[in-house]
């Protein structure tokens, strides 16, 4: 992959939250590169920094300290033309589905505002007809749920609502934060597989945050291991995977005996 474009760039990036006692470095000089087409994976555990770093990447959080490059140029968010240039090309998908949508906007709105902010002029029919397909992309009924609120939907419905609206908007980037934590097993790897579905079709960049480095490896190019707001070690899944390097990622990887059996890696 690192042959490939790079897309987005972090340099030296810190965040810091509060003031005195109350201070947490969530982020410490974390640096990183994603490419164009690629898979990563963020993983670590709990509180060490990762959805700190999405937000970061989203430009919802302001970093403490460092830079990031879109493109090649300063990533600009000053104005609202300059944030909704930046979020046309970036979407994120979080733990909570709860948080990602308006309560108050029906499941059709929700799917229109994608048309809309697409800069789209279609007709009701074409409207229609570009809903519907993300639906059925997704394994869900346009027909059953476009008069529903999210509170109407399960977990996994509304996280299958949200893909389908990446579906519709199709990003450059899509940071998915746990997009599985709502899901059985199954609906996991259908989730898994929609999303590996966009990359192919669109050359989507993916950046996957999750807990789980079997997961992690199943799915990446490349992944980022992070303890305690450090980046401890980045590099291709495969070669992590073979020959950790850092003792922590050797621990990861050590609870999860299926990486070496279901994959023959032993
Ligand atoms: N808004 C905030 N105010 C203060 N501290 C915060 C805030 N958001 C995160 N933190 C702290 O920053 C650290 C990193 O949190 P973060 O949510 O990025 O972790 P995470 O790796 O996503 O964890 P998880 O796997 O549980 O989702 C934690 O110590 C957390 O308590
Ligand atoms: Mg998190």
Known sequence: MSSSKALITGRDITKVFGYGKNKTTALDDVNFVFHEGEIVSIVGESGSGKTTLAKIIMGLLKETAGTIEYKGKPRLLKNHSQRREYWKDI???????????N??????????????????????????????????FVNLKFEELYNKYPFELSGGQMQRLMIARIFMLHPKVLIADEPTSMVDACSRSTILD????????????????????????????????????????SGRADEIILNPQHRY???????????HSAWDLS
């Open 91 to 101: 979407q994120a998908i979080f733990q909570d589905p709860f948080s990602s949508f």
């Open 103 to 136: 309560m108050f906007h029906k499941v059709e709105k929700l799917l229109k505002d994608c048309i809309r902010l697409q800069g789209l002029k279609l007709s009701a029919d074409e409207q229609f007809r570009k809903m519907q397909e993300a639906c059925t």
């Open 194 to 233: 929609m999303l590996l579905k966009l990359r192919d079709e669109n050359n989507m960049t993916i950046i996957f945050i999750t807990h789980d480095v079997g997961l992690a490896y199943y799915v990446s190019d490349t992944l980022y291991i992070m303890e305690k707001g450090n980046v401890i070690e």
């Open 249 to 259: 990622t050797q621990q990861l990887i050590a609870d999860v005996p299926k990486i």
